[in-house]
């Protein structure tokens, strides 16, 4: 195949990583993109926003850290959720109507050309292709992957390991029913929207994506056989996190976690979780320096894995409250 060839397939499926990217994101629960580059994002009020469906007993889990004059509030999600998922409680309620400033991973979430922009400069080699270094085995699992994603092998043979992987990984969740604007970002995000509040985002995604492009090529290489090896598991596995994660069971949660992270290498744990999560107990810790009341929503493998938010705020002295 041409070099020209490579760099057209790829751009007919460039378009489709902001899509995939985050769906990926989401299955491994890295999300799933520093200090001080917070972002403020305001935006017109959506016409109404939907009651929450109320989860059975006490719900997911909810943390806070006060102080006497701060105090910050720390909610598990789960970024993709079929529609109708019954994940409300009272507790949750009374801590988002009593913040001023919502806090998530990604305030520009929105935005589908970042994903686009970092995808073809740091997700497509040509001149190292696939095929060059995957096993004949391996890169045979992997067009079949491909081809039961609407692609091929030949197709994404340009691709880094880590595009590659988002895009067999994104898909499955999707044709299972599970959706973005269903997932708990979004729905608190609108909600705060409709509310007046502040949002705020801890990092950008760029940065998010480039903390996994940035990757080894070993630990992208198993990042993506892992997916290819285990297509069948991803909506199970899914299905299982959420369950677990709706009954309160962080520590269950944490364990499926570390199936797609830190079982498969340990960079992956570390650019997921370790790095990311240093860099948001370092902006709660400004925060509680403040005054006024905050709700943190971020992925709940981010606070209930090994290497968790809590865990790191805890090491720096602050009393974790679950409620």
Known sequence: MTLANRMGQAANHVSRLAFGACAALAVSAVLAAFPGAAHAQQAAAPAAVAAIPRAEGAGPPLWVVRDADSTVYLFGTVHYLRPGTAWGSDKVDAAFAGADQFWVEVADQDDPSVAARVAQQHGVTPDRPLSSILSAEDFAAFDKAAQGV?????????????????????????QAGYRPDAG?????????????????GFETADRQLRLIAGMSEEAQIAYLNNYVRNGGQIVP???????????????????????????????????????????????????????????????????????????????????????
Request: hydrophobic share 45%; aromatic share 6%; no cysteine.
């Open 184 to 200: 708990v970002d979004k729905t608190l995000m609108d909600r705060a929207r409709a509310e007046g509040k502040t949002i705020r």
């Open 237 to 323: 596995k899914l299905d299982q996190t959420v369950a677990a994660w709706l009954k309160g069971d962080a520590a269950e949660v944490g364990r499926l976690n570390r199936t797609d992270t830190r079982d498969v290498h340990e960079d992956i744990h570390r650019a997921a979780l370790v790095v990311r999560n240093a860099d948001w107990t370092g902006q709660i810790e400004t925060m509680m320096r403040g005054s006024g009341t905050a709700f943190v929503a971020v992925g709940v493998a981010h606070l209930a894995d090994q290497d968790s938010v809590i865990d790191m705020l805890k090491a720096r002295g602050f009393t974790v409250e679950r409620l």
């Open 150 to 174: 609407g692609a091929s092998g030949a197709a994404m043979d340009a691709y880094r390991p880590w595009l590659a992987a988002f895009m067999v990984a994104g898909t499955a969740p999707l």
